[in-house]
């Protein structure tokens, strides 16, 4: 596989999905975003991969810049895990 594309929103503890006031933020922020992750050799033996989100209309300042956080450390995570094998 080379690419994977998901669904992302939020959800309660049940599994379903609910606006992101929910848990407190504006209702600016869309009930689900697709996301494509792409991934391919990058010549040395590992792989790229690259994620792009469609949109971040509705998505502003401080929320913004907690989603990104939010990415770079599920990236770090894995990662992390990944160095393990």
Do not use: Q, R
Request: glycine content about 8%.
């Amino acid at each position: 596989m080379d690419k994977l594309v998901v669904v992302d929103s939020f959800a309660d503890e049940n599994g379903n999905i609910v606006s992101a006031s929910h848990y407190g933020m504006p209702d600016t922020f869309p009930m689900e975003s697709t996301i494509t992750i792409m991934l391919e050799e990058d010549g040395s033996g590992k792989t790229k991969m690259t994620v792009t989100y469609p949109t971040t209309e509705g998505i502003e300042g401080k929320m913004l810049e907690d989603m990104k956080h939010g990415w770079s450390e599920s990236f770090e995570k894995l990662e992390k895990v990944l160095k393990e094998d």
